[in-house]
């Protein structure tokens, strides 16, 4: 029987393939009583336990195939830290003293406790972080139970095989990049989940957070996997079939004939040379943005750097982050952000009491608020500006005053280096992001006094149409072509122009070849996007002739109504 199961399409592509389900059965922990006398001997099988985990853990870390997505490390290293956290390995030692129960329970009861803790936090790439909680104890409590590691996964079936996972843990991906699966399909895992990160890495068609796939599907049933509409077919009829084998078979071909653009230079029909630029998360992901042949790092979001741990990262750790990018990406250019925390992106050491933090103490309010952070942060940016091409950029800024107060700050910082004999590049640019809408507004005053403008649409969006961007319940109100958006891009990119500042858009909306050919129409010139992107945005841009599309770009934003802006845009990418 044909059925469909919706979830969400973390990946784009077309695959086809037969279900192989990959067994990772939660395994009931049994609870028994002990006797007082037996309690020192449970505690010790129980470190043996994480011991023995500890070693695999260490083990498939050291094993790590070539090609496996940047990423895993830094993830595995997540689940050794997870493990080595005391209240995971310790912990359960003392409820097997106070509760007298067997290891098993100990855990399990501790692993409940943990997760609820995790649930209460709103910040949601934290509360996500409660399946690598359960993803661990889980290995733990199968070596407890003498079944170690999950089972094995079965030769590939004859053709393609479609992996069909309750959850997949960063290690699962490990064993998962030895086979040649087409796709994957978890019940679990949001959009911000670390398998969903792994799965846009590996740029293979998946679809995740469909709930009961694992119930529904049988071992060897005939899967489509819709990576882009977020769906999946279960044994579809042969018309189905035929219909998305010409899909897939577009699609690849599609996604050869973008790896063959790696290597052409970026620039348009009318020979206007176009910067194609990456943003990073952490340093890890530089090897990302020159495998897609980036131009240079157009945002580095240090904020990562800072999530995630209970303490602040020391000038020197950011020192060393900084200079690994700046280095790796041998003379091209790199623009780190200052700390950009606050609203979505929480730090444990920022307890937030705002009514509304995305409208409160945020970036580069908390920076100038919070002097010794901020200075130390940017002594460390000017040490590693001595090993590469770094520029600067702040976000977030509203007002002159704080723009003002910033560079002070970032003059004291440069004195303190003069004074140590440091050396560093007194040239380092200063950008600004062009996130708010009265920034954008006030652009000519901002550029005046800056380097580079870097516009932030994804913010940019949020306040200008009032609409919180993490809200779900609002998101299909998001709309980057509404005349006011647009209206605030253009007077940018036109006063960056104007005054000779180079500009730049690093939110989103660099990254989705629908808006490629209007931007460039509209005179942008530098796009910042998931190196994922940088190869669909330059096809798009091979084909553009800036000369025929800037006055059909002066329509669109003439244009008004959704409807007629559709119109022009469907005009524009023809
Ligand atoms: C933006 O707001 O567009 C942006 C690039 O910054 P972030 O998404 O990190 O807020
Ligand atoms: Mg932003």
Redesign the pocket.
């Known amino acids: 029987m044909t059925f469909s199961l919706h979830g969400i399409g973390v990946s784009g592509g077309y695959a086809i393939g037969r279900a192989q389900v990959y067994s990772q059965d939660r395994l009931e922990a049994p609870h028994y009583l002990l006797r007082p006398e037996h309690l020192e001997v449970e505690v010790a099988r129980f470190s043996a336990a994480v011991a023995a985990v500890r070693a695999e853990m260490l083990s498939l870390q050291a094993h790590i195939p070539e090609g496996a997505p940047a990423e895993l490390s830094a993830f595995l290293n997540v689940h050794v830290l997870i493990l080595n956290d005391a209240m995971l390995s310790e912990a359960p030692k003392r409820r097997i003293h106070s509760e007298r129960c067997n290891a098993e329970w100990a855990l399990a009861q501790q692993t409940e406790a943990l997760i609820a803790q995790f649930e209460a936090i709103e910040d949601d790439y934290l509360r996500e972080r409660r399946n690598d909680v359960r993803q661990v104890a889980d290995k733990v409590l199968k070596e407890l139970m003498g079944h170690p590691g999950h089972a094995p996964l079965r030769p590939a079936l004859e053709g393609e095989s479609i992996l069909v996972a309750h959850d997949l843990s960063p290690s699962d991906m490990v064993l998962f990049k030895r086979h040649d699966f087409a796709g994957f399909i978890t019940d679990l895992g949001g959009t911000t989940s670390h398998t969903a990160i792994l799965a846009r890495s590996l740029s293979l068609p998946s679809v995740m957070a469909l709930h009961s796939a694992r119930a529904f599907i049988q071992d060897g049933d005939w899967l489509i996997v819709d990576g882009v509409a977020g769906v999946v077919i279960v044994n579809p009829d042969v018309a189905i079939l035929d219909e998305y084998r010409l899909r897939r078979n577009q699609w690849q071909l599609e996604q050869k004939k973008l790896r063959r653009l790696k290597t052409s230079p970026s620039a348009t029909l009318d020979g206007l040379e176009i910067e194609l630029q990456a943003?990073i998360d952490l340093p890890g992901d530089v090897g990302q943005a020159r495998g897609e042949n980036a131009s240079g790092i157009g945002?580095f979001?240090s904020?990562f750097l800072f999530l995630n741990r209970d303490d602040l990262p020391s000038e020197d750790e950011q020192f060393e982050a900084y200079r690994h990018v700046a280095r790796e990406m041998v003379g091209r250019c790199v623009v780190i952000?200052t700390l950009?925390v606050g609203a979505d992106?929480s730090v444990r050491w920022l307890t937030d009491t705002s009514v509304n933090p995305a409208l409160g103490r945020r970036a580069i309010r908390l920076c100038l608020a919070e002097p010794q952070i901020f200075l130390s942060q940017l002594r460390a940016l000017y040490r590693a500006s001595h090993y590469g091409q770094i520029k600067i950029l702040l976000?977030m800024l509203a007002s002159l005053t704080e723009l003002d107060q910033a560079l002070g700050l970032i003059a004291t910082a440069r004195g303190m280096l003069r004074a140590e004999g440091i050396p560093f590049d007194e040239e380092t640019p200063i950008g600004g992001?062009i996130?708010v809408p009265a920034a954008a507004l006030a652009a000519e005053w901002f550029a005046k006094k800056l380097d580079f403008l870097?516009?932030?649409?994804?913010?940019?969006i949020?306040y200008t149409l009032a609409i919180d961007r993490t809200d779900d319940t609002v998101a299909h109100l998001y709309d980057p072509l509404h005349p006011a958006v647009l209206a605030l891009i253009d007077h940018t990119l036109k006063i960056a122009l104007k005054l000779g500042k180079p500009v730049s858009i690093?939110?989103?909306m660099a990254g989705d070849p629908k808006l490629t050919r209007l931007l460039l129409g509209l005179g942008l010139t530098r796009f910042s996007m998931h190196p994922a992107h940088i190869l669909t945005v330059k096809q798009q841009v091979l084909r553009s002739h800036v000369g025929d599309l800037a006055p059909l770009a002066r329509k669109l934003l003439r244009a008004g109504r959704p409807e007629r802006i559709q119109e022009y845009l469907e005009q524009i990418n023809r």
């Open positions: 943003n945002l979001r904020e952000r950009d992106k976000p992001m996130e870097s516009l932030g649409t994804n913010d940019l949020q690093c939110g989103e």
